[in-house]
């Protein structure tokens, strides 16, 4: 991972470079009024995650103005509705939109919409999300699988710390149906847990709700019984949040493990209680990033070759997939605060401070 840090850090160096160039070339050109800045769509699905408020969007924004000054970010939030997505897009496209980078709500719908951009020879990147049924440019993300097999080998190895594995059943609360990452994860989960353990309920949590994975927890202890859950599979923090409230109303002295993804405040302070097991640490910054330079890119008439490429059902779209990190309470220290995600300062409220300290964060 530190390796494929510096090579992206390189990679972005070098684009810095030639982009500034790019930049100088247009700059020659000031005086005529007729060339307009190159306007960069960046479409984000919902803020019930709090990472596309408060880490894409102004790390996507800071590269490509660090990377093309006169460039402009039309920015568009669909709070989890297709329809409402659809509409920006078009507005997008109404405004002149040179290049679209976009976080579908729902991925396996929106290739009339990739479509309309490629009639109007706007580049399109797919972030986070795998678009379907339509060839694009490119896509942005991290091995999903992986982030499933993660979480489920995370499960088993508390699972067997407090002597549980097959002893009870576990519940799993996946992401959206209309996340095809959300598919992803539950494959890479299943691989692992699989004739393991016994999953007793298991649900698809519409818009990645909090509210709907609580309700969804409450469901699995009244069917189930408080006693016989061991452990649960949450696909990110939020979710794990929501199950974990479920959890504390139903009497638990003592929460099960339970995974979770994206390293929400919240959850690291959570996992360095001892509420929740671990999260899965995205790199959030090299994604944004990479996007950002992509869509630069793209308006600059660069089509950077890609390391890898993704059937998407209809066509291999050129792709950049980075590396997810597990974190327990003994590895947030060397990742999300080493990394700078967030500062011990930002982590360590008073509520937390002891528990930072027995983890060496300060």
Known sequence: MRANR???????????????????????????????AAAIALFLPESKTTRYEAFDRPLFEA???????????????????????QQQVEAALTQGADALVLDAVDAGAVA????????????????DRLISGISYDYYVSFNNVRVGEMQGQALLDALGKAGTTGKGKIVMINGSP???????????????????????????????????AQQEMEQAITALGRDNIVGVLSANDGMAGGAIAA???AGYATVPPITGQDAELAAVQRILTGEQYMTIYL??????????????????????AAPANVDNGTAKIPSFLLDPIP??????????????????????????????ARQGIQ
């Open 247 to 249: 959890m504390k109303r």
């Open 112 to 127: 009339s919409l990739v479509n309309r951009a490629k009639q109007a020879k706007v580049p399109v990147i797919a972030y």
């Open 283 to 304: 790199d959030i910054r090299s994604e944004a990033e990479k996007a950002a330079e992509l869509a630069v890119g793209v308006v600059h008439d660069q089509k950077p």
């Open 178 to 212: 209309t996340d095809p990452s959300s598919a992803d994860y539950k494959t890479g989960a299943h691989h692992v847990l699989d004739g393991k353990v016994t999953v007793g309920r298991e649900f698809d949590t519409p818009d990645w709700s909090p509210d709907k």
């Open 327 to 356: 974190v327990t309470a003994d590895k947030i220290n060397d990742t999300i605060v080493k990394d700078g995600f967030y500062t011990a300062a930002d982590i360590c409220t008073p509520p937390v401070k002891a528990a930072c």
């Open 6 to 36: 510096f090579a992206a850090a390189a990679a972005a160096t070098a684009a810095v470079v030639f982009l500034s160039a790019c930049g100088a070339a247009d700059n020659s050109d000031a005086s005529d009024s007729s060339k307009k």
């Open 63 to 85: 590269k490509v103005k660090a990377l093309c000054a006169d460039c402009k970010v039309l920015y568009f939030n669909a709070d989890q509705d297709a329809a409402k997505q």
